[in-house]
């Protein structure tokens, strides 16, 4: 499985960003799609992650009420929605996929994208 992530960028201190990944080459079946994020100096750590059905759902404490996570099936296809954004949400995102949609450790999940930077400027 490949996965292709797309939408970060720079943005003020308030302000939305919204990152989309799509896998492919590979049948996901009931997997989970989730998203991780990784500071310069920090370790990688979890942001959200989403079970097939699309209605269960994990998110980090440190974004509920700001991020959303989403997903469409038939394109494989996995959104974060990231409003209120603040200076200490900059890193490089990756998007990932796994078995276990309640999982939090970067090492239970199985495939990984190459990442995408998301800058908050204050």
């Known amino acids: 499985v490949q996965l292709q992530a797309s939408g970060g960028g720079l943005v003020q201190a308030g302000g939305s960003l919204r990152l989309s990944c799509v896998a492919s080459?590979?049948?996901?079946?009931?997997?989970?799609m989730g998203w991780f994020r990784q500071a310069p100096g920090k370790e990688r750590e979890f942001v959200a992650a989403?079970?097939?059905?699309?209605?269960?759902?994990n998110l980090a404490d440190s974004v509920k009420g700001r991020f959303t996570i989403s997903r469409v099936n038939v394109n494989n296809t996995v959104f974060l929605q990231m409003n209120n954004l603040k200076p200490e949400d900059t890193a490089v995102y990756y998007c990932?996929?796994?078995?276990?949609?309640?999982?939090?450790?970067?090492?239970?999940?199985?495939?990984w994208g190459q990442g995408t930077q998301v800058t908050v400027s204050s």
């Open positions: 989403i079970y097939w059905d699309n209605n269960l759902k």
């Open positions: 080459g590979g049948t996901l079946n009931e997997d989970a």
């Open positions: 990932t996929v796994g078995r276990f949609w309640r999982a939090t450790l970067a090492e239970t999940y199985d495939y």
